[in-house]
């Protein structure tokens, strides 16, 4: 897995975001078994505590749930990660949208540019 | 109980103040940045922990314990400077270390050389710079401390072999050990550490969590040091 971490946001919620991603995108199945936190932190390059932390917010969320002596692993409820993933989506609509206003299109407009992609995709042309 | 604590710890070399009045403790299983610029204080606070240096008046306690045979049994210390003796053997540094420290783990030693490739049979004066670098630092994680003391580690070595030391310290990590890392390459080092000091003309600047002060400030720790240590 790639990391990434930005420098001005605390890195556990960035370790956390990209587990989450993990998680719904299926790289990281429901029911799965997740890595243990001394190669999550390896992996990553980051401070195990960090680790610790972003494991815990996840069990938090119930995203995540840990088994005493053989470690972390998917929630199995499905529904539940089709709830984060519903959240995710959202989200990153509601930040395309907010940018594509910033340039100056309306919600129509935005509307009306999405299909039209896609058209121009089944078209198989490159011109809008 | 706390692995390291300073009391009012002052340290002058003559008349001139290099430690002024430090107060800190540090927790078992933490990674903590000392940071600072140069002349700042950062290796003698490291060398009075050692007992290599002794305070002008306060304290350094390791354990509870004053520097002294007991706490040099349980301090694992990487100087700035190499001690190695160019003509030793790697073969002559590893009896060395287990002769040394009971705590030193040649197995791991000897694995960790393994997997860099390089040879026991390898004269130091024969290995490159960040080679010898890379031989000194695993001669010092490969002990079972409680407190690794780590003046400069990354400075003056490529970023292909500060990853490797990172990973080391990583890799080592112990909850029932802190390890100390003194450096100013902070942007490299960060994401490892726990916490950080910034150390100001021989004072505590600021002690905060890595994560906190990214929150706080909504910087990282190295845009954060510029902008206290603004010249």
């Keep these: 897995m790639t990391w990434r971490f930005e420098p001005d946001r605390p890195i556990y919620i960035q370790l956390q975001e990209q587990l989450k991603l993990a998680i719904v995108s299926g790289q990281y199945p429901p029911g799965g078994k997740l890595p243990a936190v001394r190669d999550l932190a390896e992996d990553a390059s980051v401070n195990p505590n960090t680790v610790q932390r972003a494991l815990a917010e996840l069990e938090r969320e119930m995203l995540v749930y840990a088994q005493r002596t053989s470690g972390r692993f998917v929630t199995e409820e499905s529904e539940m990660i089709e709830k984060i993933k519903t959240e995710m989506a959202l989200k990153l609509v509601d930040e395309f949208v907010s940018k594509m206003a910033a340039i100056g299109y309306s919600k129509d407009e935005t509307n009306a540019m999405l299909t039209k992609i896609e058209e121009v995709e089944e078209r198989g042309d490159t011109q809008l | ?231």
């Excluded at chain 2, 800190?24 to 610029?37: A, C, F, K």
């Excluded at chain 2, 210390?77 to 160019?86: V, W």
């Excluded at chain 2, 050990?177 to 150390?199: K, M, R």
């Excluded at chain 2, 929150?215 to 954060?224: L, T």
């Design chain 2, 1 to 231: 109980m706390a692995i390291l604590n300073c009391n009012e710890l002052r340290k002058s070399y003559g008349s001139k103040v290099a430690l002024n009045g430090i107060n800190l403790t540090i927790e078992p299983g933490r990674i903590v940045g000392l940071l600072g610029p140069n002349g700042s204080g950062k290796t003698t606070l490291i060398k009075i922990c050692t007992g290599l240096l002794t305070p002008t008046s306060g304290q350094a306690l390791i354990n509870g314990m004053s520097p002294g045979p007991e706490t040099k049994a349980i301090v694992s210390f990487l100087p700035e400077a190499t001690y190695l003796n160019s003509w030793m053997k790697v073969s002559h540094m590893l009896s060395f270390f287990k002769d040394f420290y009971s705590d030193f783990n040649l197995d791991k030693a000897q694995d960790m050389l393994r997997n860099l490739g390089i040879s026991e049979k390898d004269a130091l004066r024969s290995l490159s710079k960040g080679t010898k670098e890379k031989v000194q630092l695993i001669l010092v994680m490969a002990r079972e401390a409680k407190l690794y003391l780590l003046d400069e580690p990354i400075g003056g070595v490529d970023p292909a072999a500060r990853d490797y030391i990172l990973n080391t310290i990583i890799k080592n990590y112990n909850p029932d050990a802190s390890v100390v890392i003194s450096t100013h390459l902070i942007y490299d080092i960060e994401q490892v550490l726990d916490d950080v000091i910034f150390l100001k003309n021989g004072e505590i600047a600021l002690s905060s969590s890595v994560d906190d002060l990214r929150e706080n400030h909504g910087m990282s720790v190295d845009a954060y040091f510029r902008e206290v240590f603004r010249c």
